[in-house]
């Protein structure tokens, strides 16, 4: 069975200090991992795709990796409005098709103070 | 260029009532999929579509019904509530319905069934 798990469940930072979430997975021949970030009250907002191992994304302050077992979200010197929940994704393996259906992580809830 | 909106924003039900909740999007894609969002469980697949005129079952499918109206439409109809279908609803859509393409998600429906 697909399995998508992230830690930590949360995340205090201060303003300034880096760190990385972490986002593992058991899917059987990766399509794709997805990144997204959610605010409070609002939708997923798409951040990332990464395809093959190895391979890097960034977006400001935002830094993606992925391994042939996990990936990972880098976050430089965040700032408070970098506060929000993120949240990673696999397709899902049906039948040797994925037909776009994702497996959602449980989130990470990142809090940046000032 | 609105992304994906959903109506209504919010909404409370009492037990046995029914209600359609009703997505768009202007991206031109192909794909609209129904997801909701609980404490504790993440984000669960209710129904997708991968093109228009299909529709089929996600993770949690019963309790509910959906109609592709056209590409730019996707509707999701309890018909009998249940207190168990509180929960925030999110539609999204893709450009394909394979899982290499990333889904953009619409703002929500909080929805209350007491």
């Known amino acids: 069975e697909d399995q998508v798990t992230q830690s930590p469940e949360a995340l205090r930072l201060q303003e300034g200090e880096s760190s990385s979430l972490n986002c593992s997975y058991t899917?059987?021949?990766?399509?794709?991992l997805f990144w997204y970030r959610q605010d409070p009250g609002k939708g997923p907002e798409f951040l990332f795709t990464?395809?093959?191992a190895g391979e890097e994304k960034e977006k400001e302050r935002l830094k993606a990796t992925l391994t042939k077992k996990e990936s990972f979200l880098h976050i430089t010197a965040p700032k408070p409005e970098d506060s929000a929940t993120y949240l990673c994704a696999v397709p899902f393996e049906a039948g040797g098709t994925s037909y776009g259906k994702l497996t959602f992580g449980q989130g990470t809830i990142l809090t940046v103070h000032p | 260029n609105a992304g994906v909106t959903q109506t209504p924003k919010f909404q409370v039900l009492k037990t046995g009532q029914s209600m359609t909740l009703q997505c768009a999007q202007d991206?031109?894609?192909?794909?609209m999929y129904w997801y909701r969002q609980d404490p504790g469980m993440g984000l669960r697949l209710i129904y997708y579509?991968?093109?228009?005129?299909?529709?089929d079952k996600g993770e949690v499918p019963n309790g509910y019904n959906v109609s592709r109206l056209n590409k730019r439409e996707f509707s999701l109809r309890l018909e009998s509530a249940a207190p168990s279908q509180t929960s925030v609803y999110f539609c999204?859509?893709?450009?394909?319905?394979?899982?290499?393409?990333?889904?953009?998600f619409g703002p929500g429906t909080r929805l209350t069934v007491t």
């Open positions: 899917v059987s021949g990766l399509r794709g």
């Open positions: 991206m031109n894609h192909n794909s």
């Open positions: 999204a859509s893709s450009e394909g319905p394979w899982g290499n393409y990333e889904q953009y």
């Open positions: 990464l395809y093959s």
């Open positions: 579509s991968a093109s228009e005129g299909t529709t």
